[in-house]
């Protein structure tokens, strides 16, 4: 079964910056879009960003534009050889940024790739950032 492999969590202090990875463990076929969540404890799932794997055209969740978060999150991809990683950037890390962060891959018949959830087919098992004040 394919997986989704995350990486580069951590813990860091305010106003540092974290770059986060996700690569499948085999092709996807079909998945045309990559997207990042995030829960905190208690919290529901948030969709931050997503990139549709064959333009790279990028897509930002409502989480983005709250004045808390706009502006720090960058979603990006690359290929080497056939193997695709996502990556989520993330700057001026504040505590509220706290959270496991989540990788998921799904298929959008267009264009467009959304960070509503039912979207996403595959998920990662997460990598966790902390942010101390």
């Known amino acids: 079964q394919v997986r989704l492999v995350e990486s580069g969590g951590g813990s860091v202090q305010s106003g540092e910056t974290l770059r986060l990875s996700c690569s499948p463990s085999e092709y996807l076929f079909g998945a045309n879009c990559m997207a990042w969540f995030r829960q905190a404890p208690g919290k529901e799932r948030e969709g931050l960003a997503a990139i549709n794997t064959e333009g790279g055209a990028t897509f930002y969740g409502a989480t983005f534009y709250d004045d808390s978060v706009r502006g720090r999150l960058t979603i990006s991809q690359a290929q080497n050889n056939g193997n695709h990683t996502t990556f989520l950037q993330m700057d001026s890390l504040k505590p509220d940024d706290t959270a496991m962060y989540i990788c998921?891959?799904?298929?959008?018949?267009?264009?467009?790739?959304?960070?509503?959830?039912?979207?996403?087919?595959?998920w990662g098992q997460g990598t966790q950032v902390t942010v101390s004040s």
């Open positions: 998921a891959a799904g298929q959008s018949s267009g264009a467009h790739c959304y960070t509503e959830r039912y979207w996403y087919a595959f």
